[in-house]
């Protein structure tokens, strides 16, 4: 976490792009029907601010996280809301959570929200030993606390499995302020907070360009997966390119796709 990253002139400055974005999903409507996530594809002025952070993190870490996707998204509070997941879409679309982060920063929050509800890893390999590997590097999983115990769904291998302890017990909320940037591996388990006041986050996602794509995994598929993958047309340009190749680089995949 890193308190005060955006100044207060980008502070303002995505505001005014989320309100852009507001202004024309309202009037095109969203393209991807999963969820109602706002998605700007023009800069978000933050590369060189992101870029930097990633050198930082690659020289202090064994991350290899070298690149920002070119676009944002912003995430509205009272278009949606998550309950307890680890990222479904950024896992099928991007295929290894590990080294794929988000950088999330909240830019309108309730004074003493942090907005998000996080089951740190260390707590998760301790409390499942045996299962840490399902969870390492992966995603596409759903979680439901039944009292004392917790449900898992994975939307990947389409299989269900149980914790005996509910996640609700271990969780954690960062503390937060307009403008902070807290920085996730893609295969943290989290969830929205409780909607109770308007709140507005940005979010990057940043990948190891050098990463691989394969059929294999794009292919290999649930009903609910498939549900997400037509839902949405960001995965055309993959199913396309894998009628041609069983491997694809990340880094070529994106620059084709700008």
Known sequence: MIKGWLTPEEQARALGQYRVELERSSREGVVNK??????DHQPHGLDLKLHDLLSQ???????????PRPRCDYFDNSMVTFNWHQDHEPYYQYQDTYNLLNCWVPLIIPQGSSGLGLL????????EPQLWARFLGQGAKHFKVLGNRTMIRDDQEDNTFYFDWSIDDYAVAPDLEPGDLLVMRSDIIHRSMPPVEHRVSLSVRCLNSKGTLTREHFEKQCDQKRRMLQNNPAYDSLREQFKHANEINIGTWLRSNR
């Open 34 to 39: 999963n969820y109602l996530v706002l998605k």
């Open 120 to 127: 740190p890893m260390d707590v998760l390999q301790a409390k």
């Open 57 to 67: 993190i690659r020289n202090q870490t064994d991350l290899t996280t070298d690149i």
